[in-house]
């Protein structure tokens, strides 16, 4: 014993010496068949060890209470330092230069042998260090990655008990699951490695829906289109009518089978594995080289079993061939057969040929209610946002936002000034220089985000501001991108659109009006600000101009109603004079030329509602309200905007007999203000609750900076006394009617 002890030690340390030698280029430099010899022996010892032992280990894996009894079975070897060799030498596997396969398959083999001689910190980590191997070895081994993964490693570690028994807390392997799905869908193209792995969480793991949504939140943009899709693939619908079925149910790479594993199989590589048998002495007796458990097909599980008559053999579940929409009881009665949950107990799954079961409602609840099926591993179509806990409704939220974001402008000269815009992402390096993703695939992507937002996402009275928020300004975003789209996209895209998106976004208008607004705002709350140029670092102006278009792209649905250009237009024209410098206020001429076109304006409005939210601040208001609407009728008319002259001199003729009644009334007024004042002990408003108020951005105190360019300096001088204010107010009138007669050819000195 002291001697196997002494050589095992050993062995450590000449994997040690080959990492330290790969890592600093010491000759002689170790190749990958010279580690895979060292690891050979690890694999071998280590099923002598298990083989003795009398006890199963495989059992007592499934509970971490029962740790210290499993490990107390072996004898003392250095089983620790052996796997963080093992973890060290990861590090270093894009530095062997020949031998890599042979080098993979060894240590994948070990690493199976090595887990039931592990403590319970070392086994939560190693089904990542073991995915985590797909991005280092070459891909012709992703597949053996995988099998490792689903038959050796998940099953015994995620599904483990705490020691507390308490099921509802998971443990860190099961808590680790986003991370392994992310590498796998990351490193791996072929779609059958990503759903045989998401089909066996699926069948160890409950909720696996909340490390999904995990991946598309905040996963690369590769792992994140496969897990949408799957997502949509594997989970039943939560609304039939929402989706096209061809996209959803599309055929994925047929998976490639596991195999018997007994080495002796008559039909050795072409069997498909049917039963498992958990005992130790078994497995290493009848596969020498593979770590328990045993996996056999039908006709070599017959033939052990008819030899050893009390061991138990356990059915295995097979892939899942096609994805039904409807239930797949074969005695089904319910009218509604739609399937709204999927099985992967062995139980349910012997009614359909051992694969995972689809049942509609009314079977669901025949098959798993308080006296039966109450420990199987069902998971049901996703319920609305607002019924989820608060992490999957976060994940859920970003997983929108993030599939959204996948569209992206399939022209660069879109946008004038777009090669000068450096993202932070680009800023920090951490941007990729190949697109993993055609962009034709990206503009396609973002129909996932649409139907999750439509079909889980209908607000309540409840719907907290900032969530909901966030979900419309990513979506107005999204409206903004896919205007550029090719025509087979377009027709797809604007189908959706027009078919589900604008009655949703009219629903959401009517019933949080001011939550909808406030994201077509200039300066948005900052829960708002998300997409596009808000993960940019651009400057003011150019914030101002995206925005005009994000707003402009959603005209042609007529989503802009008067109500809604009444409320926003003047934030937009408040901002333009504040915000914009006056020699780049050129770059707005022709996207307000487009809006604000009385003839062929997009917004079929006629030119009175078109200005009527200007016209409305020259009637029963202040000098100082009328002063700013003129500085914004100032700005149009500089960037050469007609304004039609009957509707000028209606507004400027209802602004002078407001400023005369003002001044016939001021004496009047200031005296009832210090009558009133003195008797409530309150101030008296200048005008009538009802008139409009200046206009004055950020007032709400919830939203930053909208740059970080410094703001420029006003442009207008600040006058204090209503004399003042009138003189001014008159002289623009004066300046803004003249520029517009010259811009409209109006013949001079013919009078009006």
């Given amino acids: 014993m002291a001697t196997r002890a002494a050589t095992f030690t050993a062995r450590i340390r000449n994997l040690h010496d080959y990492q330290l030698r790969l890592l600093h280029n010491i000759m002689p430099v170790p190749s990958g068949v010279d580690i895979a010899n060292t690891l ?66 060894a240590m994948l083999q070990c690493l199976g042998c090595l887990l039931p001689f592990l403590d319970h910190d070392m086994i939560d980590t190693l089904p990542y260090m073991t995915a985590s191997m797909v991005a280092v070895l070459p891909s012709e081994l992703h597949q053996e990655i995988i099998n490792s993964l689903c038959f050796y490693i998940l099953p015994f570690t995620i599904t483990r008990r705490n ?25 791996s193209e072929d779609p059958a490695h990503h759903c045989q792995l998401l089909e066996c969480l699926m069948t160890n793991k409950k909720n696996v829906v909340k490390d999904l949504l995990c991946v598309i939140a905040y996963g690369t943009s590769g792992a994140r289109a496969s897990a949408a899709k799957l997502l949509f693939y594997y989970w039943p619908t939560f609304n039939p009518n929402l989706f096209d079925r061809r996209v959803v149910l599309q055929k994925f790479s047929n998976l490639v089978p596991f ?12 069997a498909e594995a049917a039963k498992v048998c958990y005992d130790h002495c078994i497995s290493i007796t009848f596969a020498s080289d593979s770590p328990p458990p045993l996996y056999l097909c039908i006709e070599c599980a017959n033939e052990i079993h008819r030899e050893h008559p009390n061991q138990m053999f356990f059915d295995i579940l097979h892939p899942m061939q096609q994805v039904s929409m409807t239930c797949e009881n074969k005695n089904c009665r319910a009218s509604d057969k739609y399937a709204v949950s999927i099985c992967f107990s062995t139980e349910c799954a012997s009614y359909n040929g051992n694969h995972p079961i689809r049942y509609c ?53 879109i946008s004038k000034g777009s090669a000068d815009i450096h993202s932070k992402a680009s800023l920090l390096n951490v941007l990729t220089t190949e697109d993993p993703i055609p962009l034709e695939e990206r503009q396609l992507l973002g129909r996932y985000g649409v139907w999750l937002l439509v079909g889980l996402c209908t607000p309540h ?50 019933s949080h009006f001011k939550v909808f607004v406030s994201c077509l705002l200039p300066h948005p709350p900052d829960y708002a600000r998300v997409g596009g140029h808000w993960d940019t670092l651009i400057s003011r102006t150019s914030h101002l101009k995206d925005g005009l278009n994000r707003l402009f792209s959603l005209v042609p649905y007529e989503i802009i109603t008067s109500e809604i250009w009444d409320y926003v237009m003047p934030h937009w024209m ?78 400027f003729n209802d602004g002078v007999r407001v400023m005369k009644g003002n001044s016939k009334d001021d004496k009047l ?42 703001a420029p300096t006003s442009r207008h001088v600040e006058f204090e006394t209503d004399a003042e204010l009138t003189l001014s107010c008159c002289i623009l009138m004066l300046d803004v009617l003249l520029r517009q007669m010259e811009l409209q050819e109006v013949e001079k000195h013919n009078g009006v």
């Avoid at 490990?71 to 530095?95: C, E, F, R």
């Avoid at 195999?259 to 072409?270: F, I, K, L």
């Avoid at 419309?472 to 025509?487: A, E, G, K, V």
């Fill in 361 to 413: 409602q009314q079977c669901h609840n025949i098959r798993h209610n308080n006296r039966r099926g109450g420990d199987h591993i069902v998971h049901t179509s996703l319920p609305q946002l607002w019924d989820m806990d608060a992490e999957v409704q976060t994940y859920m939220v970003e997983s929108i936002v993030s599939l959204l974001k996948e569209a992206k402008h399939l022209n660069s000269d």
């Fill in 163 to 187: 020691a507390d028994d308490d099921d509802e807390q998971e443990n860190y392997a099961s808590r680790s699951v986003a991370a392994i799905i992310m590498m796998v869908f990351q490193y």
């Fill in 574 to 651: 408040e901002a333009m004079v504040n915000d914009v410098p006056e020699k780049e206020q050129h770059e707005l001429k022709n996207l307000l030329s487009k809006i604000l076109d009385p003839d062929m304006s997009p917004l079929g409005f006629d030119a009175k509602k078109l200005y009527y939210f200007v016209a409305v601040r020259f009637k029963k208001t202040s000098a100082r309200v009328q002063e700013q609407a003129l500085n914004w009728l100032q700005i149009l008319t500089a960037q050469d905007i007609v304004i039609p002259l009957p509707q000028l001199f209606a507004m």
């Fill in 461 to 510: 009275e409840d719907t907290p501001a900032e969530i909901l928020g966030r979900l419309l300004s990513m979506l107005f975003h999204w409206f903004d991108i896919t205007s550029y789209t090719f025509d087979d996209q377009e027709s797809t895209l604007e189908r959706l659109k027009t078919e589900f998106v604008c009655g949703w976004l009219s629903d959401v208008c009517s």
């Fill in 669 to 710: 007024t200031k005296t009832c203000k210090h009558e009133e004042s003195g008797r409530r002990g309150s101030p008296v408003k200048d005008v009538d609750d009802t008139s409009p108020s200046p206009v004055r951005e950020d007032s709400s105190g919830n939203t930053s900076g909208l740059s970080d360019d410094e």
């Fill in 40 to 105: 050979k022996y690890f694999s071998q010892t280590l099923l002598t060890v298990l083989k003795d032992v009398p006890s199963s280990p495989m059992e007592m894996l499934k509970s971490q209470e029962k740790d210290s009894v499993r490990l107390g079975l072996y004898p003392i070897l250095d089983y620790k330092g052996l796997y963080s060799a093992i973890v060290q030498l990861t590090d270093v596997v894009p530095l062997i230069q020949c031998g890599l396969n042979v080098f993979g398959q």
């Fill in 259 to 270: 195999v018997c594993q007994h080495d002796m199989c008559p039909n050795a590589g072409n």
